[in-house]
């Protein structure tokens, strides 16, 4: 008999694994509050499309993407510009959020997976310390397995017991307040650098992007404080007066959105359960872009699951996936939440001052949906490095704080690689403790 397999919530990392295990005679089943054919927000995404190849998916049509521009990156006054230089081998595809969801669910029902959809997911259902089931607005419904892709705010995460170990709410700057919609173009003359992204703007913790299309203007601003009407038309003020190809006529989108940027949780298995996509903090910390990580996630989860030939599914057999993830893309990620954090303490003019004097530049902010490392975008010669230094020693009160982010990575990078190999309950939790600790904010 094989195992059933419930999948809470239809996230991207979610419908992948849930299509790999189905492929393998199991049971699944996906459980989503949403109607049929409404999922994915009024917008286009990217992601690196290698990821789909890793999860046993085909590419979508030609028709339903392109690759996306390089970004220019500016600093709180948009007076310097400092460009991204991705090689062709890695550019990310932009495709409609709602088209890579029909791609996704098509594959995943052509592999035999079953969607229910209208169905509000309340809480997890618990025999002891193990997961069992879900308990829904169409009754409850019990697995063998529950796979959380249900988001940042799963309500299965969320309401877990203390017993499971595992991280609940996101914490202080673990997330960007997003609203993201799509303007006419104030004019038509030719824009120099099309997809403009703008740190701190207008002096606010986050960032915002305005990219010229052909047809309309995106704008996309990011912040850590609680977004308002007010707060939004601000800032969008304050592009449109340095970027006059941002109209003021809504023609789509106009969403408020939460995303996580922060570190992968540092539990994310427990007796039957498993946490994947948002719903286990996988995006890029500094962009916030997620899906591409979820499919290489959903690939490992599944080895996993597979491997586990008595369907055992407890905390034991499942540990191997996050030390999978932890290798392949957890520990890197968890270095770039330090990179987030220093942004999250920088004051704009001490960004405008690395601007200024080559402290960054844009082979540094080469990063992009596709990153998952320091080491995937920063490549410094021994001169770079020099001069570097010599322009951060200007400013003490800089220097103080990027010294003391190169502390804190290092000591990710120790924790992480002192991860137990194996489950085992006491030096699990005792690892998490330490892992926790480096993104403390004091």
Known sequence: MSAKIIVAGAGHGGIAVAAILAQNGYDVTVYEKEKEGTLGYDWTDIFAPGALKIA??????EEKYEY???????????????RQDVSPD?????????DIYAHLINHAVNCGVKFVYECKIECPLMAGNRVVGIKTSLGNFYGDLIIDAAGIDSPVRTKLPAVCGIEKIPGDFSQFNVFRAFYNRGTEEEVKDKYK?????????GVGWIAAEEEYSDLLIGLFEKLTDEKVNEIATLFRSENPVLGTELKRGGQYVKIPVRQPLA???????????????????????????SLRASRMLADTVIADKYNCFCADTLWDYQVKYYKNLGSGLAQLA??????????????????????LTGKDLTIGADSTSLVSFIN?????MINKAKNVCKDTVLLKKILMTGKRIASVVAVTTTMPRHWNRQSVFRWAKQYKMCFQIK
Not at 56 to 61: A, E, L, N, R
Not at 338 to 359: R, S, T
């Open 56 to 61: 046993g998916i085909d590419m979508p049509d």
């Open 68 to 82: 996306k521009e390089n970004m220019t990156f500016y600093s709180t006054n948009m007076k310097i510009g400092l």
């Open 90 to 98: 890695q550019l990310e595809i932009k495709m409609e959020r709602k």
């Open 197 to 205: 992204v703008c740190l701190l703007p207008g002096g606010n913790t």
């Open 267 to 293: 539990i994310m298995v427990c007796d039957g359960y498993a946490a994947i996509g948002d719903s286990a903090f996988m995006t890029v910390p500094v962009i916030g872009s997620g899906i591409a990580n």
């Open 338 to 359: 330090c990179v987030k954090l220093l942004l999250a303490e920088l004051k704009p003019e001490e960004l405008d001052f690395m601007f200024e004097n080559g402290i």
């Open 380 to 384: 410094f010669s021994p001169t770079d």
